[in-house]
């Protein structure tokens, strides 16, 4: 493009640019000067300045996809998408936050620092990217753990790994063994949540009812796992199952099984539950949080329910057949709950 020939032909910078986005640099060699592009991101202007050195050829709110062209432009497109951005793009159901940083990874002898709202990692170990819609993105066992090591709370990791092994299906091991390869700090937590997953919680609030089941006395019940009725007929997956009294636990999150049409499911699922002569006990997520020991006192009730009337001739798949409980073995152990 002839110098000053880009005041004409708005469309063919645009062309260049990635979405929009343009380095200062790339500008220069299209013939714009540099204190011309930096005179039109000022107040006013019809451009911005995203970061250092990169320009949005328009104003307003930039996407999302924006932000992350310009994160890549500061990285000279050496970086990989990772943290929640990656999963994200590999099917993870979650909306971006407005302050949630862009967060990539670098080889780590390239000098490239964080700035504004791009996280920059340097890594020694760059992970093998998935190329998805023309980005570079970290894997989804690798994105995950990078944005786990960052937090420092256990409920919003506990959320994230459970998301990620429901909805990108993601192995739990293949995470603990990524765990294991990469960088120890900050992975105190992630390491206590993946073992809670590994003992069958696969939803955040699943975890959250193994922690108020510890506050029962009760028998340990066994997790997700299939239950049918006498004839073989599939009842259910209970997210908890006290086998000794036919009792189901579920946590109907909202988020893990009310979406549309999880509610019609749901109900479904209570009918077959009934049919059968199984006790159910629904709890909602926020309970578990907010009302930990009414929840646990629930809990205790309705086993004593359950012990109090013949168990139905109900069979849990992957367990060996046992012969119906004595009352004897059917005590609730001695507790606080008493």
């Known amino acids: 493009m002839a110098r000053g020939s880009w005041t004409r032909d708005a469309e ?21 000067p540099p204190a011309t592009s930096y005179r039109r991101c000022l107040p006013g202007g ?63 002898h390239l000098k490239v620092s ?25 894997p989804p066992a690798r994105a995950v753990l990078d944005e786990c090591r960052r937090l420092r709370e256990r409920p919003p990791i ?49 975890a959250e009812a193994m922690a108020v089941w510890r506050r029962t006395g009760l028998p340990e019940p066994v997790w997700n796992l299939e239950l049918r009725d006498g004839r073989g007929r599939y009842i259910a997956t209970p997210d908890a199952w006290f086998d000794e009294v ?4 579920e946590i109907d999150s909202y988020e893990f099984h009310f979406g549309q049409p ?33 929840v646990a006192s629930d809990l205790v009730s309705a086993y004593r329910a359950a012990a109090a009337r013949p168990r139905p001739p109900v069979v849990l798949l992957g367990r060996h057949d046992r012969a119906p409980a004595s009352r004897a073995a059917r005590q609730i152990r001695p507790s606080a709950m008493s």
């Open 158 to 206: 506990r959320a994230l790994l459970a998301e990620v092994v429901q909805q990108l299906g993601v192995d739990p091991a293949e995470l603990v063994a990524e765990l294991g390869a990469g960088s120890k700090r900050g992975t105190a937590l992630p390491r206590s949540v993946l073992r809670e997953i590994a003992d069958g919680a696969r939803s955040a609030a699943e």
């Open 246 to 249: 036919a009792l189901a636990w």
């Open 46 to 108: 019809p451009w911005q300045r995203l970061l250092p050195g990169v320009v949005l050829l328009r104003t307003g709110e930039p996407t999302r996809r924006q932000l992350i062209e310009g994160a890549l432009l500061h990285c000279d497109g050496q970086a990989v998408v990772t943290g929640v951005e990656a999963c994200r793009r590999q099917g993870l159901n979650r909306a971006a936050r407005p302050d949630e940083p862009v967060h990539v990874l670098l080889p780590l």
């Open 12 to 32: 063919a910078l645009f062309t260049a640019s990635r979405r929009g986005v343009i380095t200062v640099a790339h500008l220069e060699s299209l013939g714009v």
């Open 262 to 294: 999880g509610y019609a499911a749901t109900l479904a699922r209570n009918n077959r539950y009934s049919a059968a002569g199984v006790a159910v006990v629904q709890t909602v997520p926020s309970r578990l949080r907010s009302e930990p020991h009414s």
């Open 114 to 138: 964080s700035t504004g709202y791009v996280l920059v990692e340097r890594t020694k170990r760059m992970p093998a990217p998935v190329r998805s819609d023309d980005l570079l993105l970290a």
